[in-house]
């Protein structure tokens, strides 16, 4: 299942200068020609998560942390929706991170973040994460250049004493191009029942393109630790991303080998009237 998407691909290396530009958005390294195959095998790799997040939550052993970010319009909701669909609710959580509110900014960046940590037997999906508190800071020259690397490196600390407290880290960035962005951006300006989604905001993010690309560039170079990878997803086509992302998950939970506990009885002797 998937044994073609092989995520070491995909995967960012620690401290190692990375240039997006140098990817395409729309790669489809690994996978099937025919979009029927990636529909069935997206479907497959679906059933199986949804078995081993029902282990993982049952055994209440493991904790696994799936962050994604993306740039506007870059499909963080539908990502997530698809990739949650056969979850047990029980087990799961998903966290969207905004701008913080005055409560939160009084603060330090993680003071938000900690609390929605997965605990045993949990995932936790952060839709958006604490990766904003560098990025919009460093966009925006909200911190210099010595705040900026101190919060890099307290991410990657933060991160390191998760791991070793038994969080196992995934960190997913969808990359989407300027030019995808700008098709998404027209779709919904005119479909009126995505109004709603408009933000005069993306705008003028919009305009920070090439700064958002670097900060991205900077942060998951430093970051992308063994216990807490990132992997670049191609994710112009959304529906090869769909199944990029959960065989990523997939291939992470499968090493977890999460299985169902034993009964403390035995259940067959029960008898039930």
Not at 214 to 235: F, L, N
Request: net charge neutral; proline share 4%; hydrophobic share 35%.
């Amino acid at each position: 299942m998937g044994d073609d998407i092989q995520r070491k691909y995909y995967r960012v290396e620690q401290n190692k200068k990375l240039k997006l530009k140098d990817r395409s958005a729309s790669d489809t390294n690994g996978q099937p020609a025919e979009m029927n195959l990636v529909l069935d095998q997206t479907a497959r790799e679906i059933v199986r998560i949804e078995d081993l997040q029902g282990r993982l939550h049952a055994e209440h052993k493991h904790k696994l942390l799936i962050v994604f970010q993306a740039t506007d319009t870059g499909g963080k909701d539908g990502c997530i929706r698809r990739l949650a669909s056969g979850m047990d609710p029980a087990g799961l959580r998903v966290i969207g991170y905004k701008a913080p509110s005055t409560l939160e900014y009084d603060h330090d960046p993680l003071w938000r973040v900690h609390p929605n940590v997965p605990g045993k037997g949990q995932v936790a999906i952060f839709n958006r994460s604490h990766y904003e508190d560098y990025l919009v800071p460093r966009v925006h020259k909200l911190l210099d250049e010595k705040q900026l690397e101190k919060r890099l490196r307290h991410l990657l600390h933060f991160e390191e004493m998760l791991a070793d407290e038994g969080v196992n880290i995934i960190k997913l960035f969808l990359y989407i191009d300027k030019d995808e962005q700008k098709k998404r951006l027209l779709a919904r300006q005119e479909n009126p029942e995505k109004h709603w989604k408009f933000d005069m905001a993306d705008l003028k993010e919009r305009d920070h393109w090439d700064e958002y690309i670097k900060a991205y560039e900077e942060a998951m170079a430093v970051t992308s630790a063994d216990h807490a990878p990132w992997y670049i997803i191609p994710a112009n086509n959304k529906k090869r991303r769909d199944l990029v992302v959960a065989t990523i998950v997939r291939q992470h939970l499968e090493e977890l080998n999460p299985r169902f506990p034993k009964a403390a009885f035995d259940v067959s002797e029960l008898k039930i009237k």
